[in-house]
């Protein structure tokens, strides 16, 4: 959520954070704003809305000034308006910060500042940072000799110490014209170098198009930019040694290359992406003497494993649930999953050898990473058999999760734009498919000839979603010109496909704004069954397998309702011509895999309506795709 982007150097920093901004604004487009310095004055515009307010602001007015920062914004504290948009500024308008994150204890630190005279005038927690920033720098040059070249430095460094929460910050000040301070505390910071030029930004989509050189900060770190290069330190003021590395992202991965939306293409990419997961975790060669997986987990990840819990959120919760379905089937492991948000305050007893799963794509889900350091708290110092066992999947090995444990899997899906998640879904199926196989192997629980049965079924599947994904376009975009003004969807699926008609149904709701609901089929008649009429559609999912002819019935009696029924299924398969209005066709495969074919179809189903709907698909109202707060 939010997103801040900075630069010091010899070009004109304002085009530079706006771009930068540009690549951010999935994290959040409430309202933006830059500040920067020129001839020691400071210059901060604001806009409310999406970044070409802001743009259209600036426009009018060259600015060659080299250092600046910027923010756009997810609103947490205080409502989308123009005066709670950052960068916030201190009483002289000499300071100005911008923050992702939330400061916990701004309402002390507002009171306290008060009493020294500050005047806010805004509903935020940022602003108390400039102040206090203001209040110690006044400390610093009363101190300082004058070849103190540090003054500011110190006295950023001595409010950060202040703040409670999780936060990034980057602050710049009239009076030093010649300084950059970003600061990471629990919320993703990176540092890029370019030729006498840096920068900071919440991801590396800002920067890329300028530096593939970087550095992320550490949670307590805080970087000191000058034109001359960047200084490390922790909150103690200690330096610190970091290394600089080389990103593989590329420019043209955050371009939409042709397609109207970053979701599209995305849904597009996703044979690359199964592609790219099957090269990365399955060996080329099945010849069935060595291992078929390479997901490089240790032993100690699966020792004596009696279960396994899975934290996660949104899609990736529904990610989740497909992996306890495998997990069990194929592994025998029990597994849990558990909504993140819910586990940090009410989590399950305590069982030895349990292996915890955190999946976020983003790895920066504030509940994902919270629950995950709330289980290795309170497992610490136990007996052996207790220890905390963390392994992460996530698609920025980057990330704050990345930090956080000690085994990743990375989904390899590239870097993602469209706020819904698409592409990164399939790719975490493929992480659980390689972990479920991948157990079950070294249990020794499946034999190796299914083993490779499994996988050369899901080698076939980028081939399956190529050859039915422009049909399934043309159906769905049809669909869609008859549902566009629909008021209520229902999903039906059940078995390993329950959890595609929940994220068929988040698909919708969030970039549509169409209330929908996702049920495992046999629930409906408990209930639910109540809500149908002619109005009210029903998707189900049937796939051939051990449940296809109980989500047929479970359709029948939606039917017998008045509902119209669109079947997402493979077309000559059993009774499904005669039971659905509408189909939309998956190829038939292994009842284990279908969920790698069955989501596409939902996929689009979602983008076509809220296209059709003339919304914006890639940055739906009042989300971010980084949920970095509670
Ligand atoms: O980055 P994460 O996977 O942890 O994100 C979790 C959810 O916020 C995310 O899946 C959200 O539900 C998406 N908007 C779904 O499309």
Redesign the pocket.
């Known amino acids: 959520m939010c997103g801040i982007v900075g630069y010091i150097g010899t070009q004109a920093a304002t085009e530079i954070l706006l771009s930068g901004l540009e690549k951010l604004e999935y994290r959040g487009y409430d309202s933006a704003g830059i500040a920067t310095i020129l001839s020691d004055e400071l210059n901060c515009v604001r806009a409310k809305g999406k970044l070409h307010n802001l743009r259209s602001k600036i426009e009018q007015s060259e600015n060659p000034a080299p250092i600046g920062i910027g923010h756009t914004r997810w609103a947490t504290h205080g409502k989308p308006e123009e005066r709670n948009a950052h960068p916030h500024m201190d009483m002289a308008m000499r300071i100005a910060v911008v923050q992702n994150g939330i400061v916990e204890n701004y309402r002390e630190l507002r009171e306290q500042l008060k009493t020294q005279g500050h005047e806010f005038v805004s509903e935020t927690d940022t602003e108390v940072i400039p102040h206090l920033i203001a209040q110690f720098l006044k400390e610093e040059v009363a101190l300082a000799d004058d070849n103190s070249d540090v003054i500011f430095f110190e006295a950023v460094r001595k409010a950060v110490n202040e703040l409670q929460g999780a936060f990034a910050i980057a602050v710049i000040c009239a009076d030093y014209p010649d300084e950059l301070i970003a600061v990471r505390q629990q919320a993703p910071l990176v540092i890029g170098f370019g030729q006498g030029e840096f920068f900071c930004a919440s991801d590396t989509p800002a920067i890329i198009a300028h530096t593939r050189a970087v550095l992320p900060l550490d949670n307590g770190e805080m970087a000191r930019l000058t034109p001359l290069g960047v200084e490390v330190y922790n909150f103690a003021g200690l330096r610190q040694r970091k290394h600089v590395r080389m990103l593989s992202l590329s420019p043209t991965m955050v371009e939409k290359q042709g397609f109207k939306h970053f979701m599209l293409k995305e849904i597009y990419e996703q044979p690359g992406v199964v592609r790219a997961c099957l090269d990365a975790y399955f060996s080329s060669e099945g010849d069935g003497a060595d291992s078929l997986i390479n997901l490089g987990l240790s032993e100690s990840v699966y020792a004596d494993l009696e279960q396994i819990q899975i934290v ?5 919760w529904h990610a989740a649930l497909i992996g306890k379905y495998l997990l069990e089937q194929l592994a025998g492991v029990p597994t849990q999953v558990q909504y993140a948000s819910e586990f940090r305050y009410a989590p399950a007893p305590l069982i030895p050898n349990t292996l915890t799963i955190g ?4 790895g ?2 504030a509940d ?1 990473l919270a629950a995950l350091s709330m289980e290795k708290e309170r497992r610490q110092g136990l007996e052996p058999k207790y220890q905390v066992r963390l392994l992460g999947i996530t698609n920025r090995p980057e990330s704050s999760l990345g930090h956080m444990v000690p085994h990743i899997i990375n989904t390899l899906a590239g870097i993602e734009i469209g ?3 698409t592409k990164t879904f399939t790719a975490q199926l493929m992480a659980f498919y390689a972990l479920a196989l991948d157990l079950a192997e070294r249990r020794k629980i499946l034999p190796q000839e299914n083993l490779a049965e499994i996988i050369a079924g899901l080698r076939h599947i980028p081939k399956e979603i190529e050859s039915t994904l422009e049909t399934q376009e043309k159906l769905t975009e049809h669909l869609a010109h008859e549902f566009a003004e629909t008021q209520d969807f229902i999903f039906l699926g059940r078995g390993i496909n329950f959890p595609i008609a929940l994220e068929g149904a ?2 919708l709701k ?1 970039i549509s704004y169409i209330h929908a609901e996702g049920y495992p089929a046999g629930e409906m008649k408990h209930g639910p069954i109540a809500l149908l009429d002619a109005k009210v559609p029903v998707v189900a999912i049937a796939t051939p397998g051990s449940v296809y002819e109980k989500v047929i019935s479970n359709a029948q009696e939606a039917k017998a309702r008045d509902s119209r029924l669109i079947g997402v299924t493979p077309v000559n398969h059993g009774e499904a011509a005669d039971v659905f209005n509408d189909m939309i066709p998956v190829t038939e495969v292994d009842e284990l895999l279908s969920p790698l074919l069955t989501v596409v179809p939902m996929q689009l189903l979602a983008y076509h309506i809220a296209a059709r709907r003339g919304l914006d698909v890639d940055q739906p109202r009042n ?1 971010a795709k ?2 970095t707060v509670e």
Request: with cysteine; net charge negative; aromatic share 0%.
């Open positions: 996660a959120c949104g899609t990736s999946v976020t794509q983003s920066e889900t994902t706020v819904a998640a988040l698909k969030e989300l980084s949920v």
